[in-house]
């Protein structure tokens, strides 16, 4: 089983279309994060939700919008998509907020973006 | 403004050798430490990690060193396995944000020769 699954694993799309990313954890983690790695591979976190409720919210465009319908789950759903939003998209989990253990995070296995 | 730097891209050692892997960082705030381990096509796997009250945590073949006043941490790996060829990530957080926040380096690829 699968801890922290993502669909689609890739994902091809023209400019302009809207597209969305699931995320789903069944280690009852309590928080969730969106991360993308760039062509430089830098891993930076986007989005953080607790107990369905968002925590963190970097510096993104507004057309990226995360949805927590549940503990369990965290969808990122991107409008009018553009060329410099090709990535790779990993959501994460943790059991919680604060330092130390609750930090390790377990990631899922990421979604190749490519925008056409 | 990059607060973790993994300034070596890539590292190549000779299987049963020591293999170090270095981190710096900027944010004095930060006082918890992780490594991560990637392999093509996964997402990044937890190896290891710190608190800023030590200087030292070993598991197995896996121990991270932390130098506060330089800011500075390693992961030595002994002795190197051709299985431990992958990305390496070096993370740090502020644990007293209580956001949970994760900084990242740029990773280091690291390739450990039969």
């Known amino acids: 089983d699968t801890a922290v699954s993502q669909t689609p694993k890739y994902l091809v799309t023209q400019m302009g279309n809207d597209k969305s990313i699931k995320c789903e954890q069944n280690?009852?983690?309590?928080?969730m994060y969106w991360y993308k790695q760039d062509s430089k591979k830098f891993l930076k976190i986007m989005f953080s939700?607790?107990?369905?409720?968002?925590?963190i919210n970097e510096t993104v465009p507004n057309r990226f919008s995360p949805k927590s319908p549940d503990k369990a789950h965290l969808n990122l759903h991107i409008n009018s998509l553009e060329l410099g939003d090709s990535a790779v998209y990993f959501c994460?989990?943790?059991?919680?907020?604060?330092?130390?253990?609750?930090?390790?995070?377990?990631f899922g296995p990421g979604t190749r973006l490519t925008v056409l | 403004d990059q607060q973790v730097k993994q300034n070596s891209p890539s590292l190549s050692v000779q299987e049963g050798r020591i293999s170090i892997l270095n981190c710096d960082y900027t944010n004095s705030m930060f006082d918890y430490f992780l490594w991560y381990k990637k392999y093509p096509a996964e997402g990044p796997t937890f190896l290891i990690s710190?608190?800023?009250?030590?200087d030292k945590n070993e598991d197995g073949r896996f121990t991270v060193f932390l130098n506060k006043s330089a800011k500075h941490l390693s992961l030595h790996i002994v002795p190197s396995q051709p299985g431990d060829s992958a990305v390496y990530f070096c993370a740090a957080s502020v644990g007293s944000s209580n956001t949970g926040k994760l900084i990242f380096g740029q990773g280091t690829t690291l390739q450990v020769k039969p």
């Open positions: 939700y607790n107990n369905k409720e968002l925590i």
């Open positions: 994460a989990s943790s059991s919680g907020l604060a330092g130390g253990l609750y930090n390790e995070q377990f």
């Open positions: 710190i608190s800023s009250i030590k």
């Open positions: 280690l009852g983690h309590d928080t």
